[in-house]
C-alpha cells in the first residue's frame, strides 16, 4: 500500500526536493507552508508519516510538533524534523522532548534519510504516545519553548544586521561602479521599461538618465538608428528569452544630432531562476569605427588607383611594346638595303678598290650585321612580354642537352671543360626557359674564348623555402661586382664590343623571362675569375 507524507516547509526549494525524493521512492506527498496549514491539512485527511521543518510563519515546528501530539487522530502519526537552523543538542532534546520521533538535520544524504522513513513504517515500530501534562510542564513548555525562540531570533537579528552592513558596502561599491563607469550601463524590466543608466550617459550622448528612466525602449527610437533599433528590439527579445549577446554595433544619434557608434554587450538578470529584467552595457566606439571606416575609405580609394595605375601601365606597356616592333621591323628594312648594296658593290667593284675602301665596306656590312642582331633581340624581348605562357613539366635536363649539342658544333677545336649535374622538372614555359638557358650558356662560351682550360658548370640546389635554385658557372671574364646592378639592363654591357660581341639585351630578357615565371635571377663574379649566374623556379 503507498505511503502517504505530509511535508512542512517555508522554503519551496526545500519542498521541491523533498517532494521528488520521496515520490521517487513510490510515496504519496502533500505539502504545506507552515504549521498551521499542515494541521488542517492533516485533520482533514490523516498522512502515515510528517516531516516538518522548525522556523516557520504563523505556526512554528515545535507548536506544530505539540499540538499534533494532542490530537487523539494524528498523535500515533511519526512525527519527524528536517531542520537546518535548530542545530544544537538542547534543540533536538527539546524536539524529542515533545514527542517528536525523529530530529534530522539538512541536508542528509538521501539514502540514509529514506532509510529513516522506512525504518518508521516497520510493524513493531512504536510510536510516542502523547499524554496530558499538568499545567507546570505546560508552563515549562512555554518558557524552553520561548527561550529557544528568542536565542534564534537574537542570532538572526545578528544575522541580518551583518548582511545589511555587508548588502551596504555591496550596494555603495555598485553605486560607485555605476556612477563612474566610463561604458553605459542600463537596465530594462521584462515590460520594456527603463529601469535604469549611469550618468555616464550624458557625457556621452549629450541626454541626462532621467530622460530614459521609466520610459518604455519604444519611446527612444529617436537616439538609435532606424536599423540599429531594430536590431536592438530584436536582441533585447533574445535577451529576455534567456540568450546573452555580445558585441552588436548600433548607431546612436546623440542629442547634438551628432552619430555615435556603441558596442552592446547584454544579458538577462535572474531571480530564483526567473528572468526579470536585463542589464546591459554599452560601450562607446565611435572614434574607433570612424578609424576603420577611414581605412577601408583609404584601401578602396588605393585600390582604385592601383587598377587605374595598373591600367594605364598596361596601356603605356602596350604602346612601348608596339612601337618597339614597329621601329624594330621599320629598322630591319634599309638594313637590308644597306647589307645587300654593300655586298653588291663589293663583288662588283672589288678589284678596283683599294685595301682601304674594301675596309669601309667590310665595317659597313659588320655594322648592320650587328644593328640587324641588335633588332632580332629587340624583336625578341619585346615578344616574350606579349607572348602568352604555356606552363608545364619541363625536363630541363632534355633542354640542356638540345644547347649543348648546338654549342660543341661551334666549339671549332676548343677545349672546353663542361661540367654538367643533374637538373630536376620544373613547371614552366618550355620555350622561355630554354632561352634562359641558351643566353646564360652562351655568355659562359663566349666569355671563355681567352682561355685554354675553360670550365664551364651547369647545375642546381634546392634554396630555404623548396625552390629549385639554378646557376651557369664559368672561370672566363667575370666582372667587377660594383656594377652588378647593371648587368641585367636594356644595353647594359660591361665589356667593350671590340674585346666580346654582344647587344646587352640577352641578360635583359632572362630577367624578364624569370620574373613571369615568379623567380628571381643574380650574378656574382670576380674580374678574370670568371662569372655565376643563378635563377630560381619553382619545382
Known amino acids: 500500500m ?16 523533498l517532494e521528488t525524493l520521496l515520490k521517487g521512492h513510490g510515496m504519496e506527498v502533500t505539502s504545506a507552508e507552515n504549521g498551521r496549514d499542515a494541521l488542517d491539512r492533516a485533520r482533514l485527511s490523516p498522512p502515515d508519516l510528517i516531516v516538518s521543518d522548525i522556523l516557520m510563519p504563523v505556526m512554528d515546528g515545535y507548536t506544530l510538533c505539540r499540538e499534533w501530539k494532542s490530537d487523539e487522530r494524528l498523535k500515533h502519526i511519526p512525527f519527524v524534523f528536517y531542520t537546518a537552523t535548530y542545530t544544537e543538542p538542547k534543540d533536538e532534546a527539546f524536539a524529542l522532548s515533545l514527542g517528536a520521533e525523529r530530529f534530522i538535520l539538512k541536508p542528509q544524504e538521501p539514502d540514509i534519510f529514506m532509510n529513516i522513513i522506512k525504518e518508521l513504517f516497520e510493524e513493531n515500530y512504536a510510536v510516542k504516545q502523547a499524554v496530558a501534562k499538568p499545567l ?30 555587508e548588502l551596504k558596502i ?29 550618468p555616464s550617459v550624458e557625457r556621452i550622448m549629450g541626454y541626462k538618465p532621467e530622460d530614459f528612466v521609466g520610459r518604455s525602449v519604444t519611446d527612444l527610437g529617436n537616439i538609435l538608428a532606424p536599423e540599429s533599433f531594430e536590431q536592438a528590439v530584436a536582441d533585447l527579445g533574445l535577451i529576455l528569452k534567456g540568450e546573452t549577446i555580445s558585441a552588436a554595433v548600433y548607431r546612436f544619434i546623440a542629442k547634438d544630432g551628432t552619430v555615435k557608434y556603441g558596442e552592446v554587450s547584454g544579458s538577462p538578470i535572474l531571480c530564483d531562476g526567473r528572468i526579470i529584467g536585463t542589464i546591459s552595457v554599452a560601450r562607446d566606439i565611435t572614434r574607433r569605427k570612424l578609424a576603420e571606416d577611414e581605412i577601408l575609405r583609404l ?24 612601337f618597339s616592333y614597329t621601329v624594330s621591323h621599320d629598322l630591319k628594312s634599309p638594313l637590308q638595303h644597306i647589307t645587300g648594296f654593300a655586298e653588291l658593290l663589293n663583288k662588283r667593284e672589288y678589284e678596283t678598290l683599294d685595301e682601304k675602301s674594301r675596309q669601309y665596306l667590310k665595317r659597313i656590312s659588320d655594322s648592320a650585321i650587328s644593328m640587324g642582331k ?12 606579349r607572348v602568352e605562357m604555356m606552363k608545364r613539366k619541363t625536363n630541363l635536363n632534355s633542354l640542356v642537352k638540345e644547347i649543348l649539342r648546338d654549342f660543341q658544333v661551334d666549339e671549332r677545336g676548343k677545349n672546353i671543360d663542361w ?23 652562351s655568355n659562359a662560351f ?11 658548370e651547369i647545375g642546381s640546389t634546392i634554396g630555404e623555402k623548396g625552390e629549385v635554385c639554378f646557376f651557369v658557372r664559368d672561370n672566363g671574364a667575370g ?58 623556379l619553382s619545382a
Open 170 to 198: 555591496l550596494e555603495e561599491r555598485y553605486r560607485l561602479v555605476f556612477l563612474h563607469a566610463t561604458d553605459v550601463i542600463y537596465m530594462i524590466d521584462t515590460n520594456l521599461n527603463v529601469l535604469g543608466i549611469s
Open 479 to 536: 666582372f667587377d661586382m660594383k656594377y652588378v646592378d647593371k648587368l641585367f639592363g636594356m644595353f647594359q654591357r660591361l665589356h667593350r664590343s671590340e674585346e666580346f660581341e654582344g647587344t646587352g639585351i640577352g641578360l635583359a630578357n632572362v630577367r624578364r623571362i624569370i620574373n613571369r615565371h615568379g623567380g628571381k635571377v643574380w650574378a656574382e663574379g670576380k674580374v678574370g675569375e670568371g662569372a655565376t649566374f643563378f635563377f630560381t
Open 419 to 441: 661540367k654538367i649535374g643533374q637538373l630536376p622538372e620544373v613547371y614552366g614555359d618550355s620555350a622561355m626557359l630554354k632561352q634562359v638557358l641558351v643566353n646564360l650558356i
Open 374 to 385: 641588335l633588332i632580332d633581340d629587340l624583336l625578341s624581348f619585346s615578344r616574350m612580354a
Open 446 to 456: 663566349k666569355y671563355t674564348k681567352m682561355r685554354t682550360d675553360a670550365v664551364i
Open 299 to 322: 584601401n578602396a580609394e588605393l585600390e582604385q588607383r592601383i587598377i587605374d595605375r595598373t591600367v594605364q601601365l598596361k596601356d603605356s606597356n602596350k604602346e612601348l611594346e608596339s
Open 2 to 17: 503507498t505511503k502517504r507524507i505530509l511535508i512542512v516547509d517555508d522554503n519551496s526549494a526545500n519542498l521541491y526536493m
Open 136 to 165: 507546570g510542564e505546560e508552563m515549562e513548555f512555554f518558557r524552553r519553548h520561548n527561550e529557544i525562540l528568542f536565542k534564534k531570533l537574537e542570532k538572526k537579528m545578528v544575522d541580518l544586521e551583518t548582511a545589511n552592513r
